[in-house]
């Protein structure tokens, strides 16, 4: 079992930057970052590999956010640059201790974190 813990959302305006945090309970092998908006399915924004550091991106944010994670501390980061109206969301972490592979696909995460709000306004 892994607990994870989201934090760092919050209401911003268009163009602004956010750095959300997953801190992990103990270390996991597989970790993204989803979001979900009403009425959308959840979809994955990033993901890494702890072990290479291999990345993954969405196309909509490719360029704007960066995923990262200390493994010392057992914490996944994910920094959000310009910012806009449509990447208001629910933010969430999930996990797992096997690589389940890229794109990240929800299914594939067993753990998942609470969510954290991101609200951008235009």
């Known amino acids: 079992q892994v607990q994870l813990v989201e934090s760092g959302g919050a209401s911003v305006q268009a163009g602004g930057s956010l750095r959300l945090s997953c801190a992990a309970s103990?270390?996991?092998?597989?970790m993204g970052w989803f979001r979900q908006s009403p009425g959308k399915e959840r979809e994955g924004v990033a993901a890494?590999?702890?072990?290479?550091?291999?990345?993954y991106y969405a196309d909509s944010v490719k360029g704007r956010f960066t995923i990262s994670k200390d493994n010392a501390k057992n914490t996944l980061y994910l920094q959000m640059n310009s910012l806009r109206a449509e990447d208001t969301a629910m933010y969430y972490c999930?996990?797992?201790?096997?690589?389940?592979?890229?794109?990240?696909?929800?299914?594939?995460?067993?753990?998942w974190g609470q969510g954290t709000q991101v609200t951008v306004s235009s």
């Open positions: 103990t270390y996991t092998v597989s």
């Open positions: 890494i590999y702890s072990r290479s550091g291999e990345r």
């Open positions: 999930a996990a797992d201790f096997k690589w389940v592979g890229l794109p990240p696909n929800k299914y594939s995460y067993p753990y």
